[in-house]
């Protein structure tokens, strides 16, 4: 057999760099296998290959391989967590560290349990494949079909996709996660670089672990991507679940189509707005902003309850759902015997021809009032009787995209009545954790449908965030506060009070509360203002 490039499995040429440099992806085949992974060349499961380690996480290696036996390109992935094992470089054997050899054989049994699971499940779409599972070497091997393609992350770099085209990407990957969390497989490390896209557009996910990788303060060092992993990867205090993989779907969706990663959970945790400007609100669909947001709730409560609800809303169809529920508990209805009934024991055509006789006689007679007693006209009735859009043509214009833009720059725009062939109008203001306040966040009708001519534009503006922060104003002229506070929604109470520091109608402090504390918008806030000293 023909020397292999230990990068891309392809022959190396020896006329070429001496048969080291590959004439395909121009790899140095000199170059050294990272430490504590397998030698180039060695042969694992009677039929791999093994070339460079592809990548590696606390929990072991992936590495590219040529199957002999199928004559194609694998990965393979070994256990080899190498904070808890050393490996004899002379036979490639894993063993266990002194005094971990319990953990060891608890973390290997994990690691089958989930590639055995991702091997079962092999016909899920959007997943990679697994093809083969073996033990050799004092560990357990997973061969993994190899897929052509650019990570999420590459293929967004390489070129702006359209959205529509990410959304359409994105509907089969979270049924296929969906059917996966039934299995019981979690994968808690979503992100645009665990997530390929194949030449055909289709997105499939890869880098699977075990949990004990994936998580903080765990016995393997915690190896996820900032800004994609759920809040409670960072603490024991919590379950890893479907909850999580939908945290990291959500934020690598948000990075798809904005090209926006979300700050890391830890800092989001007081605050998790996304804070997004109004050019990258622009670019994610409506109902996929939502639901994003949702999805990103640090509050697990809070958070899309499953990918199958996921699935639904971003879609469009939210009602879906309620009417399968419904379709399940559905009777049908007997049909009605329409021949075991008769009108005075006369056949239905007899009745029917009777009531069309009737009715023409009606109409005759009453136009008959119409045009010879009255002032009306056939030209009237034809008027009457015509649609709208014959007897009188509408010109029609398409809706402009109002959606991130600040509602009253508009409100003035609109003063000019020349410039524009539309009205609008805000019919509510909506609480939004996403869209600064005054910010439009949803119009009817929608950006690029047609609208009558000087027709109106309904919108939903957004009042903020409902939890607002208390504004330093120690010191500060009561009527100054007032003006702040009632700015973001508070109603305020005066209290007066003495003190000899604070010059009278100046504010002293809160009452029950302190600078910088979330209040509810709407709440009553009193505030202790002096009146000078108690003389």
């Keep these: 057999m023909s020397k292999l490039c230990m990068n891309c499995m392809n022959e190396l040429d020896e006329s070429i760099g001496g048969g080291a440099i590959c004439p395909k992806c121009a790899f140095d ?32 290696f992936t590495y590219i391989a040529y199957d002999t036996e199928s004559n194609k390109n694998v990965f393979v992935r070994e256990f080899c967590p190498v904070t808890i094992v050393y490996r004899d470089l002379t036979t490639m054997t894993v063993a266990p560290a002194e005094g971990k050899g319990d953990l060891y054989s608890e973390l290997l049994k994990e690691f089958c349990s989930l590639y055995m699971k991702l091997y079962k499940a092999s016909s899920i779409n959007c997943i990679v494949t697994v093809t083969d599972m073996f033990y050799e070497n004092g560990t357990a091997y997973a061969v993994l079909k190899h897929e052509d393609g650019v990570t999420l992350r590459n293929y967004r770099l390489e070129g702006e996709p359209e959205r529509n085209e990410i959304i359409n990407m994105f509907i089969p990957l979270i049924s296929s996660l969906s059917t996966m969390h039934s299995l019981g497989i ?65 934020a690598t969706l948000l990075f798809a189509l904005t090209g926006t990663t979300p700050e890391s959970a830890k800092k989001r945790i007081k605050d998790d707005r996304l804070l997004i400007s109004r050019e990258k609100i622009k670019l994610i669909p409506r109902n996929a902003l939502s639901v994003i947001a949702q999805g990103l709730r640090v509050n697990r409560d809070e958070r899309v309850a499953s990918f199958e609800r996921l699935r639904v809303e971003l879609t469009g169809n939210v009602k879906l759902k309620d009417s399968l529920d419904e379709m399940k508990v559905t009777r049908k209805l007997p049909q009605r015997d329409i021949g075991t009934r008769r009108h005075f024991s006369l056949p239905p055509k007899f009745w029917a021809v009777t009531a069309f006789i009737f009715t023409l006689c009606a109409i ?99 009042r903020g965030s409902r939890m607002r922060s208390l504004p330093q104003i120690n010191g500060m002229k009561f009527t100054k506060a007032v003006e702040l506070l009632e700015a973001e929604g508070f109603t305020v109470i005066r209290e007066d009070s003495y003190s000899k520091d604070i010059a009278p109608d100046y504010v002293i402090w809160y009452k029950d509360h302190i600078s910088g504390d979330k209040v509810e918008y709407g709440s009553e806030i009193t505030v202790y203002v002096s009146i000078g000293p108690n003389n």
């Design 29 to 60: 085949n000199t170059t050294e296998q990272i430490k504590y992974a397998l030698s180039y060349e060695t042969l694992v499961g009677g039929r791999y290959i093994v070339g460079k380690v592809k990548s590696a996480n606390s929990e072991g």
């Design 186 to 250: 979690k994968h808690l490390n979503i992100s645009p670089d665990t997530l390929k896209v194949t030449s055909e557009g289709k997105l499939i996910l890869t880098e699977f672990s075990i949990e004990e990788s994936r998580k903080a303060n765990g016995p393997l060092e915690a190896v996820f991507a900032e800004g994609f992993a759920a809040p409670e990867q960072y603490t024991a205090d919590y379950e890893c679940d479907e909850l999580t993989d939908i945290y990291s779907l959500c």
């Design 364 to 462: 005759i007679g009453y136009g008959y009032y119409l045009t010879h007693y009255t002032d009306f006209s056939m030209s009237d009735l034809k008027d009457d009787l015509l649609p709208e859009s014959q007897s009188e043509i509408t010109e029609v214009i398409t809706a402009p995209d109002l959606v991130g833009d600040n509602y009253n720059d508009w409100v003035e725009k609109m003063k000019d009545v020349s410039l524009y062939r539309f009205t609008i109008k805000a019919t509510s203001m909506e609480f939004n954790e996403e869209v600064e306040e005054g910010y439009i966040i949803s119009q009817s009708p929608e950006a690029g449908e047609s609208m009558p001519k000087n027709g109106q534009i309904t919108l939903v503006v957004s």
